[in-house]
């Protein structure tokens, strides 16, 4: 990915230079410059690519189901957090459906019930 980047910049260089070129000015100081952003743009991504590659393994639950005040209203529980959420108008299918991850936990709820 970060040889792609090189070459895409590489390929700005050269039209760059080319422009420059035609209207008679020193290409120098904007070599230097792309060189020096470019060098700033590849190890940033580097940077986060290591970050991403250091983060701890995601979470997975699913979503509970549970009959409340006598069964006429109907919550979801994260079974990775135990936070409790209301389903409101929607009913418990589209809650999951819509609903891929907890917003306490940040668990992704794509286990099935029954499942470790």
Request: aromatic share 10%; proline share 3%; charged share 30%.
């Amino acid at each position: 990915m970060l040889e792609g980047l090189k070459n895409l910049f590489e390929v700005a260089l050269q039209i760059a230079i080319a422009g420059r070129a035609a209207t008679q000015t020193s290409v120098e100081p904007l070599k230097k410059e792309w060189d020096s952003e470019a060098s700033r743009i590849i190890e940033k991504t580097r940077s986060i690519i290591d970050k991403a590659s250091k983060a701890k393994p995601a979470a997975h639950g699913y979503w509970k189901e549970e009959a409340y005040m006598r069964k006429y209203y109907t919550r979801v529980t994260c079974t990775n957090c135990g936070e409790t959420y209301g389903v409101g108008d929607w009913t418990v299918a589209r809650f999951r459906r819509e609903i891929k991850f907890c917003p306490n936990c940040g668990a992704e709820m794509d286990l099935k019930e029954g499942q470790p």
